[in-house]
């Protein structure tokens, strides 16, 4: 693809005229083809190849990131993404044959994936890497044209993707956007297709109201406060290591970490001790001179985290543990009735040994996501679907889930003329007679095939 000059004007502006180009592009059909869409992908992939170091080193500045986190939770899920899609997406793209009933026994049902048109992405800080690409995969492989723009606060990373983006993807049908969040509803205003935001309630409300100006469908994935039931049946040391590492990855800074633990009563000390354990055992006893620990992305965000703690209750470690309002409950019922009183979250967790302990959990409590003795892995699998629901926030994505987030299944019903001695009988001028015989085709029809067709 032809390489731009990305010093351009940022924001507003430069969303505007690129957005015509795209649109411009897409009504062209440039993305129509499977051919063009794999060769994006593979085009992504080579860009992820060519400059990891570039990336370890951007997410490394602005979050201080270790360059195994970055590794793990950054490019390989990005890269999973895009080999899925690469190895599936002609099988995707086959229209979906509707089993044919007596009334449709002359005619063709299918159903066709076809692409929304305009995407936006908007990134998010806490991964900002994956939260721009992994959306970015499905559009493409929708066949739609994608703005991107990253999050501003990893300034870092968004410059490095602001660059590479336009030397390896078709520099008609996709662009990045360096904007401020200030920015982000007058540039969703502009009428999109399709919105895809992950971020905070506050903003994503905010999104969402600009999107339904212009009637434009939305992903919304949103934090809020995930919560980690620990029974006292389970393994307390395994349970300890799992809660730390997905509390404590990226410096606590994930929409999908837990947020706070309900444990039964007679596993409260024996925890305690452990999660206190596993602290020591991962960022030794000065997390601070820890290569494996990063840092509170800017001052505003360390602020919010310094008052929260000292909101908090009583503090068991360093600062880094703390005792959450009704962290102890007398059994799992009153788990289920504390996580049940509040809004939905975007994840719930439960460590036990007990298989009915476990389905109580998943199936008495409501939520985007749900994973039984680990954390955070069921939002990283590209054969699973992740969202948010209610308060946490709207839609999926992941694999073939983006596909089908980023597509819109056109009802096709491909008739011929030769049935017309039928369908004659549904024209004007009405007739007791012929409505009395429509009535009496539909009537078979429901007690054959389970539902109603009309001639």
Known sequence: PRVEDVSVTNGYPACSELLKRARAAFRAGRTAQDSFRLNQLQALLRMLLEHECDFIDALGRDLHKPRFETV????????????HAILNLRKWMEPQRIERDWATAFDGCVVVNEPL?????IGNWTNPLQLCLVPLVGAIAAGNCVIVIPSEICSHTAELLHRLLPAYLDNECFHSVLAAAHEIPEIVDLKFDHVFFSGDKEEGIKVAQAAARTLARVVLVLQGKNPCYVDSQCDIQTTARRITWARFHNA???????????????????????????????????????????RIVNDENFIKAKE???RSGKVIIGGQVNEMERYIVKDVDEAVDFINSREKPLCVYAYSNNCKVISKIMNETFSGSFCSNDSVLQCVMVGLP??????????????????????????????????????ILRYPPYDDRNLSLVSLASSLNLRSQGWCTVL
């Not at 048109?117 to 992405?121: E, H, S, T, W």
């Not at 947020?259 to 601070?288: M, N």
């Not at 308060?391 to 597509?407: K, L, W």
Request: net charge neutral; proline share 2%.
């Open 252 to 294: 606590g800074q994930s929409s999908v970490a837990p947020d706070y633990i309900l444990c039964h009563v007679d596993a409260k000390e024996s925890l305690v001790q452990a999660l206190r354990c596993s602290l020591q055992q991962f960022y030794g006893t000065d997390p601070h001179e820890s290569l494996s620990y990063g």
């Open 72 to 83: 793990m939770s950054e490019l390989l899920l990005v890269k999973n993404e895009a080999h």
């Open 308 to 310: 929260q703690l000292w």
């Open 117 to 121: 048109g305009l995407v936006l992405v």
């Open 386 to 423: 992740f969202g948010g629901v209610g308060a946490s926030g709207m839609g999926s994505y992941h694999g073939r889930y983006s596909f089908d987030a980023f597509s819109h299944k056109k009802s096709c019903l491909l008739r011929s003329t030769r049935i017309e001695c039928m369908t």
